[in-house]
């Protein structure tokens, strides 16, 4: 019985160890969470050096906000709103009642975007073309004697099989040009931007290069990280001439898969520019057990300026042509846009 | 000038007390088999629960701590003078941020995996009946941990392969187990002892490669290639580290109940305790596992190697 007491007491002892060894819980008052949010955000953000950002002024306006006896809530407003100082749509306060975005990377915009009109007067132009694989809306158009092919993806979230890309690219057979709609695609998985690309080239190129935080200050990164586009192993591609429909709600994984798809000789960007999100967002916990996440990378063209520096299109992915949507065009059923993208594959200019 | 609470007081007691007592191991034989001897090679099999607690300050200022189970297994070679071991557990569980609210806190699935390789000589002590066992060991330490609620970050990891000094000191001794029959008027007493061995390890840690979570908490896996972003950071975040950087310490407590086929079952404590410093945010995680198993002997003819 003694030496049974003599064993309890030691476990519960060796608890203690294991408590004491990780240390005691953080202080969980506004101040402790704000002054930890502030501090990850300025020794990890990629973008800071980038968009010019005084973090300490920063500091300065949103410090004397933060009181002892504040509702969470009106602490989450304070966040959110020190967190919109980035200009990111990567940057997201989140707490169990709600989250914070940045919206006017799109919002600043018109939205170049109809569904409808696209539903309407493209899509089921002929009902029997039209089909729905997967998460890809597709059909052939008939124009002038010459057939392109139409496909919309909404969301890089949205996965998909080989066997679903090899049904739209089997459709694509053949066609003189395909146009790729990712307006309003406001991102997702990065692998299905890999994957995807992949059907529109028959020689691997570098997309972009990649590049992760690695220090605390502004300049401090790891080593480039070539992305590269690897062609598919699968005979069902299309290699012709591409256009990528664009928009500002282009975000995050559609910039990436248009940085891939500009390295590429047979593609362009036609539309507005994208709304950009190249940098990776990571993820975090704060002292009350909030979560956050900001972008921690940065994605860098393999296109090269005069000078021969990477171009770093955060901000957006700029098209080979602009257009926007005409209101009065779409008035009559004509996305001035796609209009456009027909006009480019018909005539190449 | 920061105060000790009573709290942390208890916690630092506990830690500089028992982890000196932590570091013991019991061996209980019953008493008619005092010259028994456990086999000089044997296979220990064991599973239990384990008990979490991790900070990895990379991706959070919290404390997490859980439950899970542990499996391991084992292997001694005990020579006159010298002594080899292998052992390895591997444990899994989930813990929480320990912070509930109506929504739920966060939780982290864990998986671990530890083994140290020892071989020790033994040396002559300074007193008695005192045993002391001096060598190296090899140790190897793996912890992943997920928690879906941090995003692109969920996946947390830390790894070493360490190298350090082991000291092992023993002290056999009897304690005395009398049995009293009566029958009527008669009384007879059955002298009779057990067999205990307490002993003291320290594993003291010279030098180790580390390998962490990248600095921001995510790991550039954005290529078609993602083995290639893999290598890349565990390139990019590999150190090799000297001993007062890092800190690693593992202890056992164990009994052992002989069987009559000569195997044993067991009932041990093992505690881990693993710290490791980068780029001024660390990562400390702890385990404590409380198992049961058999030690299985090897050697056939035990009684030839007395």
């Given at each position: 019985?003694?030496?049974?007491?003599?064993?309890?007491?030691?476990?519960?002892?060796?608890?203690?160890?294991?408590?004491?060894f990780?240390?005691?819980?953080?202080?969980?008052?506004p101040?402790?969470t704000f002054?930890?949010?502030?501090?990850?955000?300025?020794?990890?953000?990629s973008?800071?050096?980038?968009?010019?950002?005084n973090?300490?002024?920063?500091y300065?306006?949103?410090s004397p906000?933060i009181r002892?006896?504040m509702s969470?809530?009106?602490?989450?407003r304070v966040?959110?709103?020190?967190?919109?100082?980035?200009?990111d749509g990567?940057?997201?306060?989140?707490?169990?009642?709600t989250?914070?975005?940045?919206?006017?990377?799109?919002?600043?915009?018109p939205?170049?975007?109809?569904?409808?009109l696209l539903?309407?007067?493209?899509?089921?132009?002929d009902?029997?073309?039209?089909?729905?694989?997967?998460?890809?809306?597709?059909?052939v158009l008939?124009?002038?004697?010459?057939?392109?092919?139409?496909?919309?993806?909404?969301?890089f979230?949205?996965?998909f099989?080989?066997a679903e890309l090899?049904?739209?690219?089997e459709?694509?057979?053949?066609v003189?040009?395909?146009?790729f709609d990712?307006?309003s695609n406001?991102?997702?998985?990065i692998h299905?931007?890999?994957t995807?690309?992949?059907?529109?080239t028959?020689?691997?190129?570098?997309?972009?290069?990649?590049?992760?935080k690695?220090?605390?200050?502004?300049?401090d990164?790891?080593?480039?990280l070539a992305?590269?586009?690897?062609?598919s192993t699968?005979?069902?591609?299309?290699?012709?001439?591409?256009?990528?429909l664009?928009?500002?709600?282009?975000?995050?994984?559609?910039?990436?898969?248009?940085?891939?798809?500009?390295?590429?000789?047979?593609?362009?960007?036609?539309?507005?520019?994208t709304?950009g999100?190249?940098?990776?967002?990571?993820?975090?916990?704060?002292p009350n057990?909030?979560?956050?996440?900001?972008s921690?990378s940065?994605?860098?063209?393999?296109?090269?300026?005069?000078?021969?520096q990477?171009?770093?299109?955060?901000?957006?992915v700029?098209p080979?042509?602009?257009?926007?949507?005409?209101?009065?065009?779409?008035a009559?059923g004509?996305?001035?846009?796609?209009?456009?993208?027909i006009?480019?594959?018909?005539?190449?200019? | 000038?920061?105060?000790?609470?009573?709290k942390?007081?208890?916690h630092?007691?506990?830690?500089?007390?028992?982890?000196?007592?932590s570091?013991?191991?019991?061996?209980?034989?019953?008493?008619s088999k005092?010259?028994?001897?456990l086999t000089?090679?044997?296979?220990?099999l064991?599973g239990?629960?384990?008990?979490?607690?991790?900070k990895?300050?990379?991706?959070?200022?919290?404390?997490?701590?859980?439950m899970?189970?542990?499996?391991g297994?084992?292997?001694?070679?005990i020579?006159?003078?010298?002594?080899?071991?292998v052992e390895?557990?591997l444990?899994?569980?989930?813990?929480?941020?320990q912070l509930?609210?109506?929504f739920?806190?966060?939780?982290a699935q864990?998986?671990?995996?530890?083994m140290?390789?020892?071989r020790l000589?033994?040396?002559?002590?300074?007193?008695g009946r005192?045993?002391?066992?001096?060598?190296?060991?090899?140790?190897?330490?793996?912890q992943?941990?997920?928690?879906?609620?941090?995003?692109?970050?969920?996946?947390?990891?830390d790894?070493?392969?360490?190298?350090?000094?082991?000291?092992?000191?023993?002290f056999?001794?009897?304690?005395?187990?009398?049995?009293t029959?009566?029958?009527w008027?008669?009384?007879?007493?059955?002298?009779?002892y057990?067999?205990?061995?307490?002993g003291w390890?320290l594993?003291l840690?010279?030098?180790a490669a580390?390998?962490r979570?990248p600095y921001?908490g995510?790991?550039?896996t954005v290529g078609?290639e993602?083995?290639?972003?893999?290598?890349?950071d565990?390139?990019d975040?590999?150190?090799l580290v000297?001993a007062?950087?890092?800190l690693?310490?593992?202890?056992?407590?164990?009994g052992?109940?002989?069987?009559?086929?000569?195997?044993?079952?067991s009932?041990?404590w093992q505690?881990?305790?693993?710290?490791?410093?980068?780029n001024?945010?660390?990562?400390?995680?702890?385990?404590?596992?409380?198992?049961?198993?058999?030690?299985i002997k090897?050697?056939?003819?035990p009684e030839?190697?007395r």
């Amino acid at each position: 019985m003694k030496k049974l007491l003599l064993f309890s007491v030691l476990l519960a002892g060796l608890w203690g160890c294991t408590k004491s060894f990780t240390g005691d819980q953080p202080e969980q008052t506004p101040r402790a969470t704000f002054e930890y949010l502030w501090e990850e955000v300025r020794t990890k953000y990629s973008f800071m050096a980038y968009k010019e950002l005084n973090w300490d002024s920063v500091y300065a306006t949103y410090s004397p906000l933060i009181r002892p006896d504040m509702s969470e809530e009106a602490l989450f407003r304070v966040l959110a709103n020190m967190m919109n100082e980035l200009r990111d749509g990567h940057a997201n306060l989140i707490s169990p009642f709600t989250y914070s975005n940045y919206y006017p990377i799109f919002l600043d915009r018109p939205e170049n975007y109809d569904s409808r009109l696209l539903l309407e007067h493209y899509y089921l132009r002929d009902i029997n073309k039209y089909y729905i694989t997967g998460p890809f809306q597709h059909t052939v158009l008939d124009t002038l004697g010459k057939r392109f092919g139409l496909i919309s993806y909404r969301s890089f979230s949205n996965g998909f099989s080989g066997a679903e890309l090899n049904f739209v690219f089997e459709k694509m057979a053949g066609v003189d040009g395909v146009i790729f709609d990712l307006r309003s695609n406001g991102g997702g998985a990065i692998h299905n931007a890999h994957t995807l690309a992949g059907r529109f080239t028959a020689v691997e190129r570098i997309g972009y290069y990649s590049r992760l935080k690695n220090g605390p200050g502004p300049a401090d990164f790891g080593p480039e990280l070539a992305i590269r586009v690897v062609p598919s192993t699968s005979p069902r591609k299309f290699t012709g001439n591409v256009v990528v429909l664009t928009n500002r709600g282009s975000y995050s994984a559609s910039s990436m898969f248009c940085l891939h798809m500009r390295a590429l000789p047979n593609v362009r960007l036609i539309g507005d520019t994208t709304g950009g999100g190249l940098g990776l967002p990571n993820g975090g916990e704060l002292p009350n057990g909030w979560t956050y996440r900001f972008s921690v990378s940065q994605s860098l063209s393999s296109e090269t300026d005069a000078g021969g520096q990477r171009y770093n299109w955060e901000s957006g992915v700029p098209p080979h042509i602009q257009v926007d949507l005409d209101p009065a065009q779409a008035a009559l059923g004509y996305d001035s846009m796609l209009e456009r993208a027909i006009s480019y594959l018909e005539t190449g200019l | 000038m920061r105060k000790i609470s009573f709290k942390s007081g208890i916690h630092l007691l506990l830690t500089i007390g028992l982890i000196g007592a932590s570091l013991s191991s019991f061996a209980i034989a019953p008493g008619s088999k005092t010259k028994k001897q456990l086999t000089n090679q044997s296979l220990q099999l064991y599973g239990g629960l384990t008990f979490l607690g991790f900070k990895d300050e990379l991706q959070s200022p919290r404390t997490y701590a859980g439950m899970g189970w542990s499996v391991g297994a084992g292997y001694d070679r005990i020579k006159t003078n010298r002594l080899w071991s292998v052992e390895t557990q591997l444990y899994m569980g989930s813990a929480n941020n320990q912070l509930q609210n109506n929504f739920g806190g966060n939780a982290a699935q864990v998986f671990g995996l530890q083994m140290n390789i020892a071989r020790l000589w033994r040396v002559k002590a300074p007193i008695g009946r005192l045993q002391w066992y001096a060598g190296y060991s090899t140790q190897g330490y793996t912890q992943i941990r997920v928690n879906q609620a941090l995003g692109n970050s969920s996946l947390g990891y830390d790894a070493m392969v360490g190298w350090g000094g082991v000291s092992r000191l023993e002290f056999p001794f009897r304690l005395k187990s009398d049995k009293t029959y009566r029958l009527w008027i008669f009384k007879y007493t059955r002298k009779s002892y057990r067999s205990l061995r307490l002993g003291w390890q320290l594993e003291l840690p010279v030098v180790a490669a580390h390998v962490r979570t990248p600095y921001v908490g995510v790991t550039n896996t954005v290529g078609n290639e993602p083995m290639a972003g893999l290598v890349q950071d565990l390139k990019d975040n590999s150190r090799l580290v000297l001993a007062g950087n890092y800190l690693y310490l593992r202890n056992q407590l164990y009994g052992h109940y002989l069987l009559k086929n000569g195997n044993a079952l067991s009932l041990q404590w093992q505690w881990t305790g693993y710290a490791y410093n980068y780029n001024d945010q660390a990562t400390r995680s702890a385990n404590g596992q409380l198992l049961v198993g058999l030690r299985i002997k090897l050697d056939p003819h035990p009684e030839q190697r007395r």
